[in-house]
């Protein structure tokens, strides 16, 4: 199995609430990645987790809040977002090696009202 | 043909053609390259990887070159089908020393394909 999942596939959300996005890997992987992705631009690193533990923060905005509460599962909660946080968010997971590839899951598509 | 559009490259080849994409990388001491498909809706799909001590590696129809002398990598895919049509991105990847294995990508700014058929 080497699938990521990610929920919501699509997120409408105002200026004011608080909704998270969820991803979830069964590969054992140690490794867990969160990207954002705008129309016709490559995804950028935002968030680096290993062994549950925040390793990279990419000077994310702090209405960007990750969360590691297992070893299979990544949370991005978002709250008071701007309409230019509007985009796809990829969830990635890799095993913690060198030489050791990402696997993306679909992505939540989310639109920032 | 290929041509620059406003932001994604684009590159149109006949069905059953061979397709050349290229991508120039930035950091020399990138330890390992990995080329992804993305299809429309969809993440990122790893095709083929490389490591810098290598110059040529094949896979199923596709073959990815690397240059290191002038930082240059190319994914040739042969018999293009239509189902080859995404985009398509280089990505180099290293591992920050101490790290514990977890890895930085830096995505390539991507090069569309269009299969006519």
């Known amino acids: 199995d080497t699938e990521v999942t990610q929920t919501p596939k699509h997120l409408v959300m105002g200026m004011t609430n608080k909704k998270s996005l969820k991803c979830e890997q069964h590969m054992g992987h140690r490794a867990m990645y969160w990207y954002k992705q705008k129309a016709k631009k490559p995804p950028e690193l935002m968030f680096v987790y290993s062994y549950e533990k925040l390793s990279i923060n990419e000077s994310v905005p702090s209405r960007f809040s990750p969360e590691c509460p297992n070893s299979s599962l990544l949370n991005l909660h978002l709250h008071a977002l701007q309409p230019e946080d509007s985009a796809l968010y990829l969830c990635a997971s890799s095993q913690l090696a060198e030489g050791e590839t990402q696997y993306f899951g679909p992505g939540t598509r989310l639109l920032v009202l | 043909g290929e041509s620059v559009g406003l932001h994604l490259p684009t590159l149109s080849v006949q069905e059953g053609d061979n397709s050349i994409i290229n991508c120039a990388y930035s950091?020399?001491?990138?330890?390992?390259f990995i080329w992804y498909k993305q299809e429309s809706g969809k993440g990122p799909q790893f095709i083929i990887d490389i490591r810098s001590n290598m110059d040529k590696r094949q896979g199923q129809r596709v073959t990815v070159l690397l240059n290191k002398t002038v930082k240059h990598l190319s994914l040739q895919i042969a018999a293009t089908q239509p189902g080859d049509s995404a985009v398509y991105f280089c990505?180099?990847?290293?591992?920050?020393?101490?790290?514990?294995?977890?890895?930085?990508?830096?995505f390539g700014t991507g090069t569309k394909l269009q299969v006519i058929p």
């Open positions: 950091n020399s001491a990138s330890d390992y």
């Open positions: 990505a180099e990847i290293t591992s920050p020393p101490f790290s514990g294995g977890y890895q930085k990508v830096t």
